[in-house]
């Protein structure tokens, strides 16, 4: 729990509020920062947007909050939104993702491709001292990220040779090697010891940046894109420090060959933009944006991977784990302090209830087995399986569980979907999934989110539980 930076905090906040005395009492209260995370289309806007509906609907009629304490005790005494103590953190646009989802013709919000960030008091009734009734208040900040830009730790470690030799070995294995438009046999016939020739770099980085969106847009995408912000630029589109490629043919030359090369060289060059990249945009991000999260929540379409297939799931995992390892990190670079994560499966509304909880322990499987090599691990872990818009709906027909929602063409729909397993299934297990047709819903109709309605979800009430049920207290 952070108490650093409280001070400056409080002045800027002065401004927005009311009295002297409740700057006194804010100077015992709490405050939070918690990350949002998970690869793209994980489902982060949604939940985001979901998590503060939940919160500030609190007194609707609809709200359904059993799992956290403040509510079932109705001590939530309003919930409000203020301006970021960090100017140049984007505002996460919550009034417009919760219109888009209500109405009568709702839709997903609209992707972000950046961070953004909210800053949430929630004022809950207390009992002071002497048993005098009070309030008190809890401040929580939310940050949402791409998790690709944490899958570049691993760069933060790597020679430029180191990654190259990295990417070779990708792209020349399955399942990169049946994708159309592979840039190995482009990239490899770039040599490391020729001049350096900014034209044909540039060339090639859009072959390769090309490449790299169309992994990321498989269904499911490939997790591992690196370097994350060629695909995922945020503001810093158009960077110097974003034209470089992999020099595969480094694979087969030594570091100390490579080192020998020419200060015009290819290889020279483009290891010094690397370099770059490394000390300009990665660790920056960490440092500024990543150092200051108290705990963090992890999103994971597992379903979406399930339905990939083996290789999908593998990269995942590999994803995972630089995942992981960023919020266990502390070195010269940055320290992490993050002291909880919470991995929560997204979208579990797309099978029936009896699954849900084979996927949480699915994906329990999944993550143990991502970070098994991170050692001294410090961060309190906890699982979920949740669906921040509750889209579908069970009938049952003769003994069958069937859900029914709303598809993307805008037709009603009936499904089941294969039984969920609660490990890692093996290769033959994997056949019913790679055949299954995974349901795209909208969001229900008629939801009133930007009226006085709580979004229908399924176990957002124990995410808050997990993240702020004990600072609530
Ligand atoms: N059925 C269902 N679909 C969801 C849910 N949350 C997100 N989705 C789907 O996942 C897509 C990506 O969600 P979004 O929040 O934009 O992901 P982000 O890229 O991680 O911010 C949405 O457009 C929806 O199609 C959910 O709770 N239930
Ligand atoms: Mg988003």
Redesign the pocket.
Known sequence: MSNSGQSDYLKKIHHVTDDAKTLINRAIQKRLCIGIT?L????????ITSLINQLKQHGAKNSRLGGFSPWLKKRIIHVQEHPLENRYLPRFDYEQAVDSLSGSAPH??A??RDISGVLLEIKLADLGWFGRKTTKSVFIELRDYPGEWLVDLPLLKMSFRDWCVQVEKQLSRAPRNQLPNNPLAALNALDPFSAYDAAAIETLRDTYSDFLHACKQQSPPLTIIQPGRFIEPGTQAGHPALQFVPLVACAGHSEAQLQAASKNSNFKQLEAIFERYKADIVKPFFKEFIEPIDRQVV?VDVLNVLHGGEPYLHEMMHALEAIGESFEYSGGLFHSRVEKVLYAA??V??VVSQDHDNVRHLLSSIVRKSLERIKGAQADLRIEAV??????HAQTQGNEEILKGISTDGEAIGFVNPRIPDHIPSESEFTAFIDWKLP??NPPKSIRANQDQAIPHIRMDEVLHNLMGDICR
């Open positions: 998970g793209s289309r994980s489902g982060k806007s949604t939940f997903w919000p992707p972000t999103l997204t979208k509304d797309q669906a921040a818009v509750r889209s579908s795209q819903l």
